[in-house]
């Protein structure tokens, strides 16, 4: 049986990612990060989903990203832009190199603890707008993850190539409760419903013929 | 001019390394991290280094390794081993995934400070214990770091394939101001003596003709 660290957002990518690990038979735990991203509700949310669940999760704090990533949107007091995901302003978006900090660390977990394999939650959609979700990407961590301790570590990444849409009609499959997931980079309660996130969180429940439970 | 982030532990290689970085032109900023070593001592050696020599300096926390990391004798109450650094139970001081969570943050800082450079102090005399210290490791980090982000980081790691007497003889060129580092994994002021890292420097010094400073 394989025993994967679920990198879990709290976001509904990472949320059906779970939910997909779980009804594949692995061995779960999940680990969420906090780096000061102003949407600290998705926290909450992994916390519920994995309660829920019974899966073992962990909150990393990534205190320092606050400092050395002071040009992100995500990170700083700057505004978040709103409008299409994949237009030119969501660049503003992009934590530098935050998945490969996020894959490196739950890496050491995966270590510590034995477990052969880290899942990520990257989709087609993430690609035109962050560099480190993007196939080449994901092809390059797993050879890194060969050979970077003495005992391989695998990643997992089965979303690669659908889109949020696939996702979403998988979460229906799967039976997941998008009520305890949270989208917005705004970062309230209700979805803003005008920044990327939002949009492309609306698309997707809009043609898998889904309510979004976030939206009374 | 290259621009140059230094991970910088305050030990004899990454100290030795910056000398090198500045002797060679580069603008050059310096990142270390407290990952709970018990050797916290090296920090201050390499903030009094930088001091000395004008370089902006960063300490990143990363207090969650003890927690994740929990089977390795620097992050834990192990007690470490002793002995030449090459033998088994040197691999006790193995911190999983350590230079590739540190690699991967000294990137994001790159990135957002438009630096183009990281910089390790990787030396011969790692390989045998460290897998991510062996020159597969650096050429993968070299492979994910022109992708990961939109613009690429290169990976500048000049000591790879020298040994640390070789560097103690660099050092001696570049005069090296060795009072201001830190070896021993015990972590007092005065080195142990007898931990694979103080066995390991006190080779360098001799096979160099020159008198470690830290020893009175």
Redesign the interface.
């Known amino acids: 049986m394989r025993k994967s660290i679920c990198v879990l957002s709290g976001g509904m990518d990472s949320t059906t990612l779970l939910y997909h690990l779980l009804h594949d038979g692995r061995k779960v735990k999940a680990i969420s990060f906090d780096y000061g991203q102003r949407h600290k509700r998705e926290l909450e949310m992994a916390s519920q989903t994995c309660l829920k669940l019974g899966v073992e999760h962990?909150i990393?704090?990534l205190?320092?990203?606050r400092?050395?990533?002071?040009?992100s949107a995500l990170t700083s007091d700057m505004q978040v832009p709103h409008g299409h995901y994949e237009a030119e302003n969501m660049?503003l978006t992009?934590?530098?190199?935050?998945?490969?900090?996020m894959?490196?660390?739950a890496?050491?977990?995966a270590?510590?603890e034995e477990f052969d394999e880290i899942a990520l939650g990257v989709h087609a959609g993430d690609h035109a707008i962050y560099?480190?979700c993007?196939p080449?990407?994901v092809d390059?961590?797993k050879?890194?993850a060969m050979?970077?301790?003495?005992n391989p570590v695998f990643i997992y990444a089965p979303f690669l190539h659908l889109t949020k849409n696939d996702i979403a009609e998988r979460g229906k499959v799967l039976n997941v409760d998008y009520s305890l997931t949270h989208t917005c980079y705004e970062g309230g309660a209700a979805p803003c419903g005008e920044c990327g996130s939002c949009v492309e969180r609306a698309e997707a429940f809009k043609i898998s013929n889904m309510i979004d439970p976030l939206i009374k």
Do not use: C, H, T, Y
Request: hydrophobic share 55%.
């Open positions: 962990k990393i704090s205190a320092f990203m400092d050395i990533a002071s040009n660049k992009v934590v530098p190199n935050r998945n490969m900090i894959a490196s660390i890496m050491a977990w270590v510590n560099p480190d993007r080449v990407f390059q961590l050879k890194i050979i970077a301790n003495f």
